[in-house]
């Protein structure tokens, strides 16, 4: 069996690869543009033909769409490079796969709710309030209008081994924890908004479970899916954790409960019972997948 992964060099993207590669009934064709390293092939995907060209040589059985900006604060400020790779290359990925009649598994967000009224059912009316939500949102919309049976897996907010701490969200806390020690300088952080956060191990054993039961025609595997961790937390929980789990100070780190940057939901727990009712869920708990990510950095 052959997938394709597009965005193979980022956090979950790297997680899902590996995570193929390491089934021997599977070749995984991997690709990336800025960081196309280490067996990855690069790939414009805002270059049609080439996506094309692509995906005819390889002849994948389903494609992992997981190439995305998915900073909501970089979205904002570049909205058009934003909407040309989370929608454009998304439509055109959803259309190619269509003429090759294979599946695409993609990658979306809790960001499509405004946070408000948790759990959210894969039924819910969306909502986003930000760009980022709407963007990926339009993303799904696209995905789904090519052809129903499609997949779409929207996930929170991801943290697993980083190239860099600035790579997640998460653990891009434990620089401004750190910082706060060794140059004694208070770091803000907000104790807000409401998160379930997951490790991307987590995520990719799921997309590869649902992955093996879609081409194995079980039946309902398509629309739309939701996963997240089990943990509730907001950042300044996160950075207790970590704190804790290294023997770390929070003296100079402050809990502020006002919105920091770009507005983001309150609240965008996510139910996962359909995943669960198939057998496929997996869950990381935080103060261990943490600990594990983080112990290269002190």
Same mark, same amino acid.
């Given at each position: 069996?052959?997938?394709?992964?597009?965005? $193979?060099?980022?956090? &979950?993207?790297?997680? !899902? @690869?590996? *995570?193929?590669?390491?089934?021997?009934?599977?070749?995984?064709?991997?690709?990336?543009?800025?960081? $196309?390293?280490?067996?990855?092939?690069?790939?414009?995907?805002?270059?049609?033909?080439?996506?094309? +060209?692509?995906?005819?040589?390889?002849? %994948?059985?389903?494609?992992?769409?997981? $190439? =995305?900006?998915?900073? %909501?604060?970089?979205?904002?400020?570049?909205?058009?490079?934003?909407? +040309?790779?989370?929608?454009?290359?998304?439509?055109?990925?959803?259309?190619?796969?269509?003429?090759?009649?294979?599946?695409?598994? @993609?990658?979306?967000?809790?960001?499509?709710?405004?946070?408000? /009224?948790? %759990?959210?059912?894969?039924? +819910?009316?969306?909502?986003?309030?930000?760009? @980022?939500?709407?963007?990926?949102?339009?993303?799904?919309?696209?995905?789904?209008?090519?052809?129903?049976?499609?997949?779409?897996?929207?996930?929170? !907010?991801?943290?697993?081994?980083?190239?860099?701490?600035?790579?997640?969200?998460?653990?891009?806390?434990?620089?401004?924890?750190?910082?706060?020690?060794?140059?004694?300088?208070?770091? /803000?952080?907000?104790?807000?908004?409401? *998160?379930?956060?997951?490790?991307?191990?987590?995520? =990719?054993?799921?997309?590869?479970?649902?992955?093996?039961?879609?081409?194995?025609?079980?039946? +309902?595997?398509?629309?739309?899916?939701?996963?997240?961790?089990?943990?509730?937390?907001?950042? @300044?929980?996160?950075?207790?954790?970590? =704190?804790? =789990?290294?023997?770390?100070?929070?003296? *100079?780190?402050?809990?502020?409960?006002?919105?920091?940057?770009?507005? *983001?939901?309150?609240?965008?727990?996510?139910?996962?019972?359909?995943?669960?009712? &198939?057998?496929?869920?997996?869950?990381?708990?935080?103060?261990?997948?943490? /600990?594990?990510?983080?112990?290269?950095?002190?």
């Amino acid at each position: 069996m052959k997938v394709v992964v597009t965005g $193979a060099s980022g956090l &979950l993207g790297r997680s !899902i @690869y590996e *995570r193929f590669t390491d089934e021997k009934n599977w070749s995984v064709f991997g690709t990336a543009f800025k960081r $196309a390293q280490l067996g990855l092939n690069k790939l414009n995907l805002l270059n049609k033909k080439e996506v094309s +060209d692509m995906l005819n040589t390889v002849k %994948p059985d389903i494609i992992i769409h997981c $190439a =995305a900006e998915r900073f %909501p604060d970089k979205v904002e400020s570049d909205p058009q490079t934003a909407y +040309d790779l989370n929608v454009g290359v998304t439509a055109h990925l959803a259309n190619e796969a269509n003429q090759l009649n294979i599946p695409l598994l @993609y990658i979306s967000t809790d960001y499509v709710f405004d946070g408000k /009224k948790s %759990p959210y059912k894969e039924s +819910d009316e969306p909502s986003p309030i930000n760009e @980022y939500g709407k963007l990926k949102l339009l993303g799904e919309k696209k995905v789904l209008s090519a052809n129903s049976k499609n997949i779409v897996l929207r996930i929170p !907010i991801l943290y697993g081994t980083v190239e860099t701490l600035e790579e997640s969200a998460v653990t891009i806390l434990f620089k401004g924890l750190k910082k706060s020690q060794q140059q004694n300088e208070f770091f /803000k952080v907000s104790n807000y908004e409401l *998160r379930n956060p997951s490790n991307v191990k987590d995520i =990719a054993h799921i997309v590869f479970k649902l992955t093996e039961l879609k081409l194995h025609d079980v039946n +309902d595997i398509n629309g739309i899916f939701h996963w997240c961790g089990k943990e509730v937390l907001t950042k @300044y929980d996160m950075v207790v954790k970590m =704190a804790n =789990a290294f023997g770390l100070s929070l003296d *100079r780190v402050i809990p502020v409960t006002e919105q920091i940057g770009v507005q *983001r939901p309150y609240n965008t727990c996510l139910d996962v019972s359909r995943i669960e009712q &198939l057998g496929i869920g997996y869950h990381t708990h935080f103060d261990v997948g943490i /600990k594990s990510v983080l112990a290269k950095w002190i």
